[in-house]
């Protein structure tokens, strides 16, 4: 046996024998210890390769990779080097913190990952050497003969050999919601995975029956062994936000070049000392970089992170949440995700009519509707009879142990036993009036299951199967009060029910019965059809309302399952995906050549919102395509077929109660009570985010220009400096950085999941807030100029004397912190809005407030900014006229809320038309 050979090999298109010579294996026999060894070394262990974990090292540098922080860092140098002390060990304090929270943040999340991602070993039963041995898991190679049963998990890739009664839940894997009967028969070469019924795959497990198997594949090998490949091999992306940052911080370069060289030139001609204009220009270059820009953005991620995790939500890495805020398409898997992966009785088709039975899951309370008549139990003597079969016919178990439900079963039979309860039928009780005698256990080359049940001397035999196969067997059929001979053309009509049912996306049973004499009288021959029975799982309740308000934000939501086409169908329409139940369901196969597609094909993939047979590769080609026509698409899931998508997708959003490993390892965020609704929160506080950060570099940025302006102003008007160097430095670092900080705790509007999400494209600064900076700059430098020149007029030596550079240094301080409120979105109110009801930024004002006092009446803070006190005319003035910019601010966006426009008014477009 080679690799090479494992590699061409399709076990379920061979023969048993054929499978059983290519392993070079007895099945009797199994592999001797010698064979064993060789092929452990020849294949290695049966593990999957690790997820590589992250050293807490690699977090620490990542905290310190972004443009923007190599930009920041080569300032302070900078700083140090013309002994600007002070301005370089703040902006390295800055550095040092924003790592700090970063890595403390990330650190939090890795811990709380591992902790739900806690592996244990598991043992499997084997033949080896004709001999039954139990070893671990791990042990396994190729050609072993392995033995399982019900509740064991699957170790390896196996071919089937001989099964009996055997059910397999695959639902991890190939997304199918009910355990799937197997068989040892080959099958076509290129039949899908989801339908490879003589194999078994490592990741899922025995639901009922027992099995003989031979092992194919092992470790790496294995479908679940490509999959953690995939994930391994899949490229890391850059999240939008940080993409937009280094943008940013990309542009800010050739601006502080600029402003260098306007400012010390334009002060040397006008015969300035030109070690002050070298002073001041680089004091200016270096105060135009935001220093507080990475510190607030780690900031206001880490507490969106908090937030998301008192809501459940475990996020992986600080920018994933300000990425679903970006998301514009949500593909989302059904089992489990959109659906409770619980199955419940639907709906009873009887020759007399159709019972409908409400109550989902393992709600115990339901009624049954039938001719518009609800009741909260059946009246009809078929519908009894009905449950009762269902009820009888099982191995599954219900029990109640103080208000909780316990389950054990085949989910089908648990949803049987449900519906009884719900019409007055107790298992036990049942049981005890008609003892059972005989099991005869289900068969797949049947499809059928049977008990008998003592009765009056007698045995009633309960029947429950496929309907073909029911159908087939059944010679009578019951209707109201009678039993009514079953022709050839009634059961054409019952299977035509059964294919209709199918189509409404419900899985179907056949319930029959007879009466015999002896328990050894053969079960399925001569059976009455009482009629079909239809399961659903059921959507999750709070999945239709999170769908529709993530659609009334404007994003989409697509289907992606590996489920059948008529179940996929079902649950989009009952779960408000689409609108009609007669949409288009695109099927997995044909998304098999994505490189073919015309472009009228691509269009219909990207619109469509049902995609049904879906195995990972297609999942992952839908992903691309949604990207390629401009989308960020985030991905739910739970299940080993969902994590490569996981990985691929901008944010990927796993289950943590019923997730698997391999699934978490992938995502960005995990749902901890695997609540869908939650997705809704995380958008809303992405946005949030993103609006949040934005205030903060428009505010921040607004407040660098105004100094810069202030400067070049006073320099074209033939005036000494209104603000020195070191007073430039001491804003920036002090006094701009807590109104700034505060603007990042911001709720957001009320309004904020009322729009469509923002264009993927669309900068940090748009043309229209570049136009907002270049007004904002431009009043407050205005206002601090004419605080400078008023100032100049009141004291004794003009322009030139310290209380006029303190009165134009205050009021640009102020007109700073006033300025804080032009920052609310342009569709709320001036008195309430996002910014006056921050708590936080009251508390930044009032401690800037604070230090500007200090700055002025402290002696050793104003013996180093040179600044002195001034008297009440000089508070007037600087409160006068800082409030300018401020009232000034807020007429322009009181005069964009009435018009209902995202632009500047005319005139100060025009005024900003050249701004980039």
């Known amino acids: 046996m080679t690799r090479d050979k494992s590699d061409d090999q399709t076990p379920w298109s061979q023969s048993i024998t054929d499978v059983l010579a290519w392993a070079d294996v007895s099945r009797d026999e199994g592999l001797s210890d010698e064979e064993v060894t060789r092929r452990l070394e020849q294949f290695g262990p049966n593990e999957l390769r690790e997820a590589e974990k992250r050293h807490w090292t690699a977090v620490l540098a990542d905290q310190f990779k972004s443009f923007i922080i190599l930009l920041l860092a080569v300032a302070g140098l900078a700083a140090f080097v013309m002994g600007d002390v002070v301005e370089a060990v703040a902006i390295f304090a800055v550095l040092a913190i924003n790592g700090a929270i970063g890595f403390v943040t990330e650190m939090r999340a890795i811990s709380s990952i591992e902790s739900l991602q806690e592996i244990t070993e598991i043992e499997t039963r084997v033949r080896r050497t004709g001999a039954e041995t139990t070893i671990p898991a791990g042990d396994l190679v190729p050609g072993d003969i392995v033995i399982l049963e019900a509740g064991d998990l699957v170790p390896a890739d196996l071919r089937i050999i001989e099964p009996s009664k055997l059910q397999v839940d695959e639902s991890a894997l190939t ?68 993409e937009k940052l280094d943008e940013l911080g990309q542009k800010l370069v050739p601006f502080l070049l600029v402003v260098a060289t306007i400012v010390l030139v334009s002060g040397w001609l006008r015969g300035q000392d030109l070690f002050l204009m070298v002073e001041t220009a680089i004091a200016l270059a270096i105060a135009t970089v935001p220093e507080g820009l990475p510190i607030v953005a780690t900031l206001v991620l880490a507490r969106g992170m908090w937030r998301m995790a008192d809501r459940n939500a475990l996020v992986t890495n600080l920018a994933s949440v300000e990425t679903l805020g970006s998301t514009t398409v949500i593909c989302t898997d059904k089992t489990g995700t959109l659906t409770e992966n619980r199955m419940t009785v639907a709906e009873y088709e009887l020759a007399n009519g159709t019972v409908e039975v409400t109550g989902t899951g393992l709600e115990t309370d339901g009624t049954f509707k039938q001719d518009d008549q609800e009741l909260d139990e059946p009246q009809d003597p078929i519908v009894q009879e009905a449950l009762e079969v269902g009820v009888l016919c099982t191995n599954a178990s219900v029990t109640e142990h103080e208000s909780e439900i316990e389950t054990s079963g085949d989910p089908m039979e648990v949803a049987l036993l449900i519906a009884g309860i719900k019409g007055g039928l107790d298992r036990d009780e049942l049981l005890d009036s008609m003892p059972e005698a005989r099991e005869v256990s289900f068969d797949p080359s049947v499809k059928m299951m049977a008990t008998y049940h003592e009765l009056n001397g007698a045995y009633t035999v309960a029947v429950k199967g496929a309907p073909e196969a029911v159908i087939d067997s059944a010679t009578h059929v019951k209707t109201d009060g009678d039993t009514e001979a079953l022709t050839d053309s009634d059961r054409a009509e019952w299977l035509e029910k059964g294919d209709r049912m199918a189509e409404d996306g ?205 400067i070049l102003i ?34 957001g509007s009320r309004d904020i999941m009322d729009r469509p999400p923002r264009d993927p494209e669309e900068p940090i600064m748009t043309r229209t807030h570049w136009g907002e900076l270049g007004v904002y700059g431009l009043l407050i430098s205005a206002s601090t100029i004419g605080a400078f020149v008023i100032a100049g007029g009141m004291y004794v030596g003009g322009l030139e004397t310290r209380e006029a550079v303190t009165i134009s240094f205050l009021t640009l301080a102020f007109a700073q912190l006033w300025h804080v409120f032009n920052m609310r979105e342009i569709t709320s109110g001036i008195l309430r809005n996002e910014v006056t009801e921050n708590l936080y930024v009251w508390g930044a004002l009032g401690l800037s407030t604070l230090i500007l006092f200090g700055a002025v009446y402290l002696p050793g803070i104003s013996l180093a900014l040179r600044t002195t006190p001034i008297g009440l005319d000089g508070w007037l003035v600087v409160f006068g006229m800082s409030l300018l910019p401020l009232g000034v601010g807020q007429l322009e966006r009181e005069y964009r809320r009435r018009f209902e426009t995202p632009t500047l008014p005319p005139i100060l477009e025009k005024l900003t038309s050249s701004l980039p």
């Open 714 to 747: 006073a320099a074209l008007l033939g005036f000494p400096l209104p603000l020195l160097p070191l007073q430039i430095l001491f804003l920036n670092v002090v006094t701009d950085i807590f109104p700034a900080f505060a603007l990042g705790a911001c709720e």
């Open 506 to 710: 419900l899985r179907v049973l056949a319930l029959a019965r007879k009466e015999v004499d002896s328990t050894e009288t053969p079960p399925y021959e001569d059976l009455t059809l009482l009629g079909l029975v239809g399961f659903i799982d059921p959507p999750r309740e709070e999945v239709k309302p999170t769908i529709q308000r993530c659609q009334d934000a404007g994003m989409r939501v697509v289907m992606v399952t590996g489920d059948h086409a008529g179940t996929a169908r079902n649950i989009a329409h009952s779960v408000g995906l689409v609108d009609s139940a007669d949409v288009e369901v695109i099927e997995g196969r044909e998304l098999d050549d994505p490189e073919t597609l015309s472009q009228a094909e691509t269009d219909r993939f990207v619109n469509a919102s049902v995609f049904a047979r879906v195995n990972p590769e297609n999942k992952l080609d839908l992903i691309d395509l949604h990207r390629t026509a401009g989308s960020i698409v985030a991905m739910t899931g739970d299940g080993v077929n969902d994590a490569p998508a996981l990985k691929k997708a901008d944010i990927g959003v796993a289950m943590g109660q019923r997730g698997t490993q391999v699934a978490q390892e992938a995502a960005d965020m995990i749902l901890r009570d695997d609540n869908f609704g939650s997705i809704y929160h995380a958008v809303r506080e992405g946005r949030t985010i993103f609006n949040n950060i934005r205030k903060f570099v428009l505010y921040l940025m607004s407040c660098n220009l105004s100094e810069l302006l202030a």
């Open 175 to 242: 997304g199918e919601s009910v355990p799937v009967g197997k068989t040892s028969d080959p099958l076509e070469e290129d039949v899908p995975l989801a339908e490879r019924e003589n194999m078994l795959y490592k990741g899922t497990y025995v639901t009922r029956g027992s099995v003989e198997a031979v092992v194919v594949s092992t470790g790496p090998d294995t479908e679940l062994g490509h999959i953690s490949a995939s994930l391994r091999e899949a490229a890391e992306e850059e999240t939008p936000l940080q």
